[in-house]
């Protein structure tokens, strides 16, 4: 598979299984929220498979941080039934992600 | 001279009684001063109608309810789920406590004494008592959990549901996701389960959680349905059937929803 198209898996998979953990963490009182923790664990062991299939320079790993963030800010304005404090805590869940999965770019100063 | 000895409280014309031994009366004696101390909090069960467990059973939990009783500050304690239902295909014991204001920390604090004290597996839920019962009423999973229940009070659930389109979106994301994503296949299970769970709410039918799972069956047979229960490799064409019946699932509780709202 081309390096784009496991781009594009990857970014697909880190957004829904982050929607799912910032759903638990903003929608707290809900009595599944763990359940939601979970579902997101199991998505990202999955984007983790598609992870390994390449090696990704610098070049990908700021492409990849632009579309995670352009898919899951998508995501997160459709779901509606998501408390809005979702939006306060996007950019530290996909700044976790990343660096979980070594995808961190270094800060430019 | 100290004598000691235990005795279980009865219930006397007036007031509730501890007997002295008679194999005790010359050391216990009319007049001798005496404390007592509670040691072990007898537990009473309270069975949702239809439920019967063997004797195994209600101990273990009769037990559990006693330990909770002297470890955690609870309104109401329930034994839930599979525990109840399966005779031995259970995977752990789910315990609800409702309490008057629960944090993640009071949930660990119970789990690691209760494994400590059993050493079982146990799952622990901690609920805010409004906050329980509003869910008994707008969530089907809530719901169909509590259609077989053990308390350790007597408690009606009361059967009035309502529909919350927010909630019910909530619980759809994940099925709404596998149209799209491939993961381990019990999250098919899992997720055909819920929507099963979801259109019975919605359609005002019974929860109960062996129906549901027959239902499933029905609707997926064996094989299939015995790999996704138990999370095994399934191949494609069974992927893109399971993906059909979850697309349908949907469209109808959508339709269900709408109506709902009309």
């Known amino acids: ?109 | 001279m100290l004598a000691k000895f235990r005795k279980k409280v009865s219930k006397g014309s007036r007031f509730n009684q501890i007997y002295v031994p008679k194999s005790m009366e010359n050391l216990v004696e009319v007049g001798d001063e005496v404390e007592v101390t509670l040691i072990r909090k007898h537990a009473e069960l309270h069975l949702s109608k239809g439920l019967k467990l063997p004797h195994f059973k209600k101990g273990l939990i009769r037990d559990i309810f006693s330990f909770l009783d002297g470890i955690a500050d609870a309104s109401f304690i329930f034994v839930v789920g599979s525990f109840l239902t399966e005779k031995i295909n259970y995977n752990d014991i789910d315990v609800v406590l409702i309490t008057s204001s629960p944090d993640g920390k009071f949930e660990e604090s119970v789990y690691n004494k209760i494994i400590e004290r059993f050493n079982l597996k146990f799952h622990i839920l901690a609920l805010e008592e409004k906050r329980f019962r509003h869910l008994l009423e707008i969530c089907p999973l809530t719901r169909a959990m509590l259609s077989n229940y053990v308390c350790n009070k007597p408690i009606a659930v009361a059967d009035r549901r309502s529909i919350e389109t927010k909630h019910i979106k909530f619980l759809l994301m994940m099925p709404y996701d596998l149209l799209e994503i491939k993961i381990n296949s019990r999250a098919f299970y899992d997720s055909l389960r819920r929507l099963i769970t979801i259109e019975r709410f919605l359609r005002n039918k019974s929860l109960d959680m062996p129906e549901i799972n027959e239902e499933l069956e029905i609707l997926v047979n064996a094989p299939l349905h015995d790999k996704i229960k138990r999370n095994e490799e399934i191949e494609d064409n069974s992927i893109k059937f399971l993906r059909k019946l979850i697309r349908a699932k949907l469209e109808l509780i959508e339709g269900l929803i709408k109506d709902g709202k009309k």
């Open chain 1, 1 to 109: 598979m081309g390096k784009n198209k496991d781009m594009q898996e990857l970014t697909n998979l880190m957004t829904k299984a982050l929607r799912h953990k910032i759903g638990s963490i903003v929608n707290k009182n809900e009595f599944y929220a763990a359940k939601y923790a979970k579902d997101a664990e199991n998505i990202m062991k999955e984007a983790e498979k598609v992870l390994l299939r390449q090696n990704w320079n610098g070049y990908d790993k700021s492409h990849i941080k632009g579309q995670l963030r352009n898919k899951l800010k998508k995501e997160l304005e459709q779901k509606d039934f998501l408390d809005d404090k979702k939006f306060d805590i996007m950019d530290d869940e996909i700044g976790k992600a990343l660096k979980k999965f070594g995808l961190d770019t270094p800060t430019t100063l």
